[in-house]
């Protein structure tokens, strides 16, 4: 089992940056691949990058590369999703998950965090 928290969310305005962290819990971390996710009111769930907990580079979805970097603190079970210059259309609720390797359904998740992106 893993236990997932979101935390960094906030009101900012358009340009502005914020750094999200989804501190993970549970069983060994290693295997795992964690990613992001956002979801705006009226609209699917969007798969925003995810990283691999062993290493790896990080993959970032088009619609944010370049803006949003994925990173790991393997220290302090840690990984972060930094926002840089931010847009109204990233305004969302972000979700942080988890899924094994070996399996391509994510399995666990956070509770959410929400970002407003004011213009």
């Known amino acids: 089992q893993v236990q997932l928290e979101e935390s960094g969310g906030g009101l900012v305005q358009a340009g502005g940056s914020l750094r999200?962290?989804?501190a993970a819990s549970g069983r060994t971390l290693s295997s795992l691949v964690v990613g992001w996710f956002r979801q705006a009111?009226?609209?699917e769930r969007e798969f925003v990058g995810r990283i691999i907990w062993s290493g790896g580079s990080p993959l970032t979805a088009?619609?944010?590369k370049g803006r949003f970097t994925i990173s790991r603190d393997n220290?302090?079970?840690t990984v972060y999703l930094q926002m840089n210059s931010l847009k109204p259309e990233d305004t969302a609720v972000y979700y942080c998950a988890a899924r094994s390797r070996s399996f391509s359904d994510w399995t666990y998740w956070g509770q959410g965090t929400?970002?407003?992106v004011s213009s």
């Open 114 to 116: 929400q970002v407003t």
């Open 41 to 43: 009111p009226g609209k």
């Open 20 to 22: 999200l962290s989804c």
């Open 75 to 77: 220290a302090k079970n």
């Open 62 to 64: 088009d619609s944010v």
